[in-house]
């Protein structure tokens, strides 16, 4: 599988993402900095990563999303290349209008940093299908603004549709309807608050992220 | 602060006495120039002689400490210390304090602390890889409290979680020492190469003098002059003297002085700190034996009208200067703007061991770097005597007549398990990225914090550590105690301790009775340092932690802070407090049960008296203590290890069943040195003893033996509540206690 991570400035996840697309994947990914305009042809998947992209000035995700590297990335989505959006990756595609939806400040006000239990509502897509339907797993969220709003037509729509991929399945930031990861319209477009690339391996306390991975590999 | 518009202001006495100086420190300006100062001369002396930059009060004892081992790179003097972890990789790291801003503004205050200690450590080539933090808040219900606890925490957590650099543990203690004057401690851990360690010394005359990082502002000017004297009652007066910091900018300089560092462009580099451009150019120079000379003009300047004196003395965050080898400068500007940071060659370096400054052409600074560094002031201070200070501190003796024989017992631990010393920091950590990085193997709550040194085998632990209140009642003990229980942290997860860093947090030192404490702990880390093979490789001192806005010009507990950092070879060896599974064998290890409850938590909490000597700590026993659990956790003999420390054995075995979810059976009498005395075993505070858990409790009965060491079997695991004599205490019940403390109080229920 090819895959390669952006890098905006302020990322801070995209070598977590890298080591665990390589482990998983056996092969490393390429790392894209934000100023590029294009990107390799042949991608199976982009990555973006969690992190502060731009500091998280004016909105979380907001700045990346109007970055060049950005156009290159819309244009590959629609082509039908899967993105898979972590944490600042998902409000990074919110903001870049491949996702329905924002990721508000969390209901709490504090940032949160834990594992949290989730429900995988949907596994016939590419990023989950080597998961269970309705299977509890345990993945580390960290973030300040997880908290994910849409208006309430969205919402129905996304429920509809088994777009909602991942639902808490406890309280962590007051999401609307427990959302933590949805998936556009076509299937291959991934956002999702919790990072799976922190839970690869026992090492890490748990590994029942690495499934999103291996699931990618198998599509 | 008079703000001088000209930098040729006449120097009145007022404006010598604004600048902290002494007469006698004026006096010695004046022979070091031969002449009067201008103001910004003046400026310049007073930052590079306060007490946070030249450690004036400090020199002569923290010259005390061992600095030495085998494994030790580069000791105390440069940005950080840096110890060798084998495979050509060494560690590097520091503990530095922000206590007096993060009093004035907690948010920013905590927050350029971290900014301020991660720098230290990647100006030396390091990656920053942890970061921790010892923190030490006034009494719970002090009316600015909650505002303090809440700012400090989040600023911590802002700047962290957002450069990326896991903030994976620290220790929390309240007082109302600490009421009017909180101490923010942070230490940051990097890994490097050890072929490519950068140091500060600069060399090569005529070379390019290089700033990089953001702009210069106005923010921050005097803040080493603000950390180096009690606060008045005005401090929230203070607060422009309270730095802001971007983390955002500090990823990118992390980013492009790591890229540039690849290269073998750099000579010599160094982070502004305190006292921003002034310390940086003077160290740089004085290490390097050089002089040097700066454009003021050419300083990037976020304002527009600052003068030399405002440049020099501002403390804006992320900045760092280099020292570039000839012709490097375009490939290294290349990389910062890569990063969208500012890049300015703005002087060269001299043979005149000067520091000449340049505005329009002219001099407005001639300095020579002698008297600004290694020649600055170095006070003799007086101290009571250990006897003297033992009747100033009226800690009176703990008469046993007084302790009740019998309580009870699950109350009393109920009680302490809930107290704000013993209660889950969960509210705290859960609010710092403890995993960013994906190479955090033990996260906050354990004994030491353990990462993944990225791409090996090995792991760094981690652990800060000090109990100001034995330090309080016995500098030397506690300065001891505090060296101990770092050794005693690291050993618990499996590590070989290796070396530490201080931050030494003390009051006024102008006070023979502080002096006493600033001593009395120096000497007592230093032989435990010594014994322990433990050496200093890093370290700040943060004196004047007074308050008068409190009313009465009370002094902080001494707080000697303790970063320790050690090596296990193999990450998957960590060992962890938490019952694993039933039916395992409960084993106290080491030490003497005596009974300790002098400064014991229970006396204080339970009741309600400060009173008795800190317990002693046997170094020859801890070594050897320690020795022996390491090899057993190698081994993999032990199955989970918690070292005994605040609130006794009961308490360390109410943290291993919580961890665990699961409860223990101690159904026989208990085994004690004095047998009867169930609450002087439970609660007593006696030092270098670990709890550990087994499957094999005859082959570690018989280890123990063999090396000479205590071991008693206390029961063992399983079951959902601490079954302890008659008593039975659900986990559920210590559980909601000891979770409940931090929530409630910051949800104002408390």
């Known amino acids: 599988m090819k895959s390669a991570v952006i890098v905006f400035p302020g990322s801070n996840c995209d070598r977590d993402l890298a080591v665990c697309l390589r482990d998983v994947t056996g092969t490393a990914p390429q790392m894209i900095w934000h100023r590029e305009t294009e990107l390799p042809h042949d991608l199976d998947l982009i990555g973006i990563p969690g992190g502060f992209s731009y500091g998280d000035y004016l909105r979380s995700g907001a700045c990346a999303a109007r970055s060049p590297v950005m156009q290159a990335v819309v244009k590959a989505a629609a082509r039908g290349v899967k993105v898979l959006g972590i944490c600042n990756g998902f409000q990074v595609l919110t903001e870049a209008g491949l996702l329905p939806g924002a990721l508000m400040r969390n209901a709490g006000i504090n940032f949160v940093c834990r594992p949290v239990k989730l429900r995988v509502e949907n596994n016939q897509n590419a990023f989950t299908a080597r998961y269970a339907a309705g299977e509890e797993v345990r993945i580390s969220v960290a973030h300040h603004?997880?908290?994910?709003?849409?208006?309430?037509?969205?919402?129905?729509?996304?429920?509809?549709?088994?777009?909602?991929?991942?639902?808490?399945?406890?309280?962590?930031?007051?999401?609307a309807r427990d959302i933590a990861g949805i998936i556009n319209n076509a299937g291959n477009v991934l956002g999702l608050m919790p990072h799976p690339e922190r839970a690869a391996h026992l090492g890490q306390g748990a590994d029942d992220g690495r499934r999103v991975f291996e699931s990618l590999l198998g599509a | 602060m008079t703000n001088p518009a000209a930098s040729t202001s006449a120097i009145t006495p007022e404006i010598i006495a604004d600048h902290g100086l002494s007469e006698e420190e004026y006096a010695r300006v004046l022979r070091a120039l031969g002449r009067e100062p201008n103001l910004t001369e003046l400026g310049i002396f007073s930052v590079m002689w306060s007490e946070h930059c030249s450690y004036k009060s400090s020199r002569i004892h923290l010259a005390k400490l061992p600095t030495q081992a085998p494994h030790v790179i580069c000791g105390p003097g440069e940005n950080a210390g840096v110890i060798d972890i084998g495979d050509g990789q060494a560690a590097i790291f520091k503990m530095e304090s922000h206590n007096h801003p993060s009093y004035i503004e907690p948010y920013q205050g905590a927050a350029t602390g971290v900014g301020g200690i991660l720098r230290d450590v990647f100006t030396m080539g390091a990656r920053p890889v942890a970061n921790m933090n010892a923190l030490r808040f006034g009494s719970p219900d002090h009316p600015k409290m909650k505002h303090l606890i809440s700012g400090v925490v989040r600023g911590i957590g802002g700047y962290g979680n957002c450069v990326g650099v896991p903030t994976v543990g620290g220790e929390t203690n309240f007082d109302p020492a600490y009421d009017g004057n909180i101490l923010v401690n942070a230490m940051t851990v990097g890994v490097a190469d050890t072929d490519r360690i950068f140091y500060c010394a600069a060399a090569g005359i005529g070379n390019p003098v290089v700033y990089v990082g953001s702009k210069t502002g106005r923010d921050g000017i005097h803040g080493a002059t603000m950390a180096s004297a009690d606060f008045a009652e005005d401090?929230?007066?203070?607060?422009?003297?309270?730095?802001?910091?971007?983390?955002?900018?500090?990823?990118?300089?992390?980013?492009?002085?790591?890229?540039?560092?690849?290269?073998?462009?750099?000579?010599?580099?160094?982070?502004?700190?305190?006292?921003?451009l002034t310390s940086s150019s003077v160290e740089m120079a004085s290490k390097g034996g050089v002089g040097i000379e700066l454009n003021m003009n050419s300083v990037p300047q976020r304002e527009r009208g600052m003068t030399p004196y405002e440049m020099m003395l501002s403390e804006s965050q992320e900045r760092m200067l280099m020292v570039l080898k000839p012709g490097r400068e375009s490939e290294a500007e290349a990389i910062f703007l890569k990063w969208e940071l500012d890049f300015a060659v703005i002087g060269h370096i001299t043979d005149t061991e000067h520091l000449v400054l340049k505005w329009h052409g002219e001099t407005v600074a001639d300095i020579p770097l002698g008297p600004l560094g290694d020649d600055a002031p170095k006070y003799d201070r007086p101290a009571l005597s250990r006897d003297a200070y033992k009747a100033w501190a009226l800690v009176r003796p703990l008469d046993p007549a007084t302790i009740p024989e019998s309580t009870d017992i699950a109350a009393d631990l109920l009680k302490l398990m809930a107290s704000p010393d013993l209660a889950s920091r969960r509210w705290i950590w859960e609010q710092y990225d403890h995993m960013v990085g994906a190479d955090t193997v033990a996260p906050p709550g354990g004994d030491a914090a353990v990462v993944r040194v990225h791409g090996t085998e090995k792991a760094l632990a981690i652990t800060t550590d000090c109990t100001p209140r034995y330090c309080y009642a016995d500098p030397y003990e506690g300065g001891k105690q505090a060296v101990a229980e770092a050794y005693r942290n690291l050993c618990a997860v499996g590590a070989t301790p290796l070396a530490i860093t201080n931050c030494l947090n003390f009051g006024n030192p102008q006070r023979p009775e502080i002096m006493a404490q600033f001593v009395g702990c120096i000497e007592g880390m230093a032989d435990a340092c010594r014994a322990l093979d433990f050496p200093v490789v890093s370290g700040n001192v943060s004196l004047y932690n007074e308050s008068k806005a409190t009313g009465g010009g009370s002094a902080i507990l001494p707080t000697p802070a303790i970063g320790g950092v050690g090596l296990l070879k193999d990450w998957r060896k960590a060992a962890t407090c938490e019952f694993k599974a039933s039916g395992e064998a409960i084993i106290l290890i080491g030490g003497q049960d005596k009974g300790h409850l002098g400064q014991s938590l229970w006396l204080r909490e339970v009741m309600g008296r400060k009173d008795g000597s800190a317990p002693p700590v046997h170094l020859t026993d801890e070594r050897r203590t320690g020795k022996f659990i390491r090899n057993q956790a190698a081994q993999g003999s032990v199955t989970a290890v918690h070292d005994v420390s605040d609130g006794g054995v009961a308490v360390a075995l109410a943290e291993m069943a919580l961890a665990g979810d699961m409860g223990l059976y101690w159904p026989e009498s208990l085994r004690l040195d004095h047998p009867g005395e169930e609450l002087k075993f439970l609660f007593g505070e006696d030092q270098g003893r670990y709890l550990v858990t087994t499957v094999d409790a005859q082959s570690l009965l018989s280890d123990a033996e063999t090396a000479g060491l205590r071991a008693v079997v206390l029961g063992q695991t399983g079951g959902d509540a601490l079954h302890i004599g008659a008593h039975a205490i659900p986990l559920a019940t210590l559980r909601a206690a000891h979770e409940g403390f931090f929530p409630k109080l910051m949800d104002g229920e408390l």
């Open chain 1, 145 to 175: 603004d997880g908290n994910y709003s849409a208006d309430e037509a969205t919402l129905d729509r996304l429920e509809g549709e088994g777009r909602v991929v991942f639902r808490y399945a406890e309280a962590v930031n007051g999401s």
């Open chain 2, 235 to 276: 401090a929230d007066a203070k607060r422009p003297t309270v730095q802001v910091g971007d983390p955002f900018t500090e990823k990118l300089l992390i980013e492009a002085c790591l890229e540039l560092m690849a290269s073998d462009a750099i000579v010599a580099i160094q982070d502004m700190g305190a006292a921003g």
